[in-house]
């Protein structure tokens, strides 16, 4: 069982606009934290935003006034909205729980979904 799907990710050109989608299990998005992270080739992961379980948001700087971290709780899914896109948000972007999700003692991550931001 997949616990957590990401989807949404595409090539777009600069300036685009993008929405991510989230997916989480029922059992896990409940009264957590959620938090969208991003990885491009050749960097470490680093978090991009936070939305916690009472809708309270937080965003890296690079993010701030340009991406849009929302949940729907009806859906068990959380979206990231994100618009005036750069060449520098070209990633890999997941999402994950506030700390990540462990399944049997590892680390889980979904399979992430890609951006690319190009001409």
């Known amino acids: 069982q997949a616990h957590l799907v990401e989807s949404g990710g595409d090539l777009v050109q600069p300036g685009g606009s993008l929405r991510l989608s989230c997916a989480v299990s029922?059992?896990?998005?409940?009264?957590?934290?959620i938090d969208w992270y991003r990885q491009a080739p050749g960097k470490e992961r680093e978090r991009v935003a936070r939305?916690?379980?009472?809708?309270?948001?937080d965003y890296a700087a690079s993010a701030k006034g340009r991406f849009t971290i929302f949940r729907d709780n009806a859906k068990n899914t959380v979206y990231l909205f994100m618009n005036s896109l750069e060449f520098d948000d070209t990633a890999v972007y997941y999402c994950?729980?506030?700390?990540?999700?462990?399944?049997?003692?590892?680390?889980?991550w979904g399979q992430g979904t890609l951006v690319t931001v190009s001409a």
């Open positions: 994950n729980t506030d700390p990540p999700l462990r399944i049997n003692s590892r680390q889980y």
């Open positions: 029922e059992s896990f998005f409940s009264r957590n934290t």
């Open positions: 939305i916690t379980d009472g809708g309270s948001t």
